[in-house]
């Protein structure tokens, strides 16, 4: 059975969050990535292709090696979606700043 991964559900895991920020200003292998967490090698691969099955890695031969780098696209889907609740947090607190000086000055 083959399952679609949410791009949300993947960037859940805090983990794979911190695989993203590690390719996120250069390209990886599988091997360098794995380098920088303290878990087994295959657990980090699971890690990869689920971000590689949402498209939020993308993975780029070179040579014998497979480079991961950030699918931009992708990561600008995440934002858009999040800039509309940044933009209501963002009016809610500028309301609670308004509320706040009015009862300072009270």
Known sequence: MNLRRDVFQ?????????????????????????????TARPTVSKHLQILT?????????????????INPEKMNEIADFIEAFRKLWDDRFNKLESIMKKYKNS
């Open 10 to 38: 993947a960037i859940a895991d805090p983990t794979r969050r911190a695989i993203i920020l590690l390719v996120a200003s250069q390209s990886m292998t599988a091997g360098a990535i794995a380098a920088n967490f303290d």
């Open 53 to 69: 099955e949402c498209e939020l890695l993308q993975q780029q031969p070179n040579g014998r090696e497979m480079y991961y780098h």
